[in-house]
């Protein structure tokens, strides 16, 4: 199976307003110290109101062996559905449909498809995935649900950076921007496996319905090798009529992943 194709349609699980502006995502003034609890409280007082969400999208991948450009036709119902088309030159690859309770997705190249949950999923791919973090991502917000955790505080470079309190082998530590809360960046890593994935949000452009990343580059190490997918918005609409079409074409192989 071509995993490139797979990555890209499930990690991507992601007309422009003509008031949008687009703003860095790093501060050039100094930061005041915050409370931990009001930093969190200030990254979800972010607009984040919109129905359904449209955007295409251009997408590169490059790991240690290969390097390959795509486009994405990224669908979303909010917190329902999310449905990822991946074209090369005009040609459909790969298609993903992601629910709160199931994956499926083919890919053409090998004529292959998957039927599943994410527990299978996320222990191929090599990173703990649900549906909640895959739209979480590709709207620029923190992956998990920060009102559930614990963090420790720190300026750095003019960022908030909260470290997830956990001593378990997977850490987290997420970077806000102070000007308005929105992630800056976002690593996970899992010292017992030896593997890392960072996300980082370079620019946003700020809708009216929410501030939303123009681009996204996420980075993964881990003992096979480096790769980095560089995700860039061309487009996005809001709260329009979408329809979700997926089936899987005739002949296809399931894959069953153990």
Same mark, same amino acid.
């Given at each position: 199976?071509?995993?490139?194709?797979?990555?890209?349609?499930?990690?991507?699980?992601?007309?422009?307003?003509?008031?949008?502006?687009?703003?860095?995502?790093?501060?050039?003034?100094?930061?005041?110290?915050?409370? @931990?609890?009001?930093?969190? !409280? %200030?990254? +979800?007082?972010?607009?984040?109101?919109?129905?359904?969400?449209?955007? &295409?999208?251009?997408?590169?991948?490059?790991?240690?062996?290969?390097?390959?450009?795509?486009?994405?036709?990224?669908?979303?119902?909010?917190?329902?559905?999310?449905?990822?088309?991946?074209?090369?030159?005009?040609?459909?690859?790969?298609?993903?449909?992601?629910?709160?309770?199931?994956?499926?997705?083919?890919?053409?190249?090998?004529?292959?498809?998957?039927?599943?949950?994410?527990?299978?999923?996320?222990?191929?791919?090599?990173?703990?995935?649900?549906?909640?973090?895959?739209?979480?991502?590709?709207?620029?917000?923190?992956?998990?649900?920060?009102?559930?955790?614990?963090? @420790?505080?720190?300026?750095? !470079? %003019?960022? +908030?950076?909260?470290?997830?309190?956990?001593?378990?082998?997977?850490? &987290?530590?997420?970077?806000?921007?102070?000007?308005?809360?929105?992630?800056?960046?976002?690593?996970?890593?899992?010292?017992?496996?030896?593997?890392?994935?960072?996300?980082?949000?370079?620019?946003?452009?700020?809708?009216?319905?929410?501030?939303?990343?123009?681009?996204?580059?996420?980075?993964?190490?881990?003992?096979?090798?480096?790769?980095?997918?560089?995700?860039?918005?061309?487009?996005?609409?809001?709260?329009?009529?979408?329809?979700?079409?997926?089936?899987?074409?005739?002949?296809?192989?399931?894959?069953?992943?153990?």
């Amino acid at each position: 199976m071509n995993k490139f194709l797979v990555l890209i349609a499930i990690i991507f699980m992601v007309s422009c307003k003509p008031k949008a502006i687009v703003t860095s995502a790093t501060a050039t003034e100094p930061v005041d110290e915050m409370k @931990t609890t009001k930093v969190i !409280d %200030n990254h +979800y007082s972010n607009k984040n109101e919109f129905s359904t969400l449209y955007i &295409k999208a251009n997408a590169r991948y490059a790991d240690d062996k290969q390097a390959q450009n795509v486009s994405a036709e990224i669908k979303i119902k909010k917190d329902q559905q999310i449905l990822v088309s991946i074209r090369f030159i005009g040609i459909t690859m790969a298609k993903a449909s992601i629910t709160p309770t199931s994956v499926s997705y083919y890919e053409k190249i090998k004529g292959t498809y998957f039927e599943g949950d994410f527990s299978a999923l996320s222990q191929w791919l090599g990173t703990d995935l649900d549906y909640s973090k895959i739209q979480n991502m590709l709207v620029g917000e923190a992956l998990d649900d920060l009102n559930k955790g614990k963090y @420790t505080q720190i300026l750095l !470079d %003019n960022l +908030y950076r909260l470290d997830d309190s956990n001593n378990g082998n997977t850490k &987290k530590t997420y970077y806000f921007n102070p000007n308005d809360f929105t992630v800056n960046k976002q690593e996970v890593s899992q010292t017992t496996e030896n593997r890392t994935i960072q996300i980082a949000y370079p620019e946003r452009v700020a809708h009216k319905e929410a501030n939303l990343p123009s681009s996204i580059e996420i980075k993964t190490a881990q003992p096979k090798g480096k790769s980095e997918i560089n995700l860039n918005y061309n487009s996005v609409s809001f709260n329009e009529e979408l329809s979700f079409p997926y089936s899987v074409p005739d002949g296809y192989k399931r894959i069953i992943i153990k």
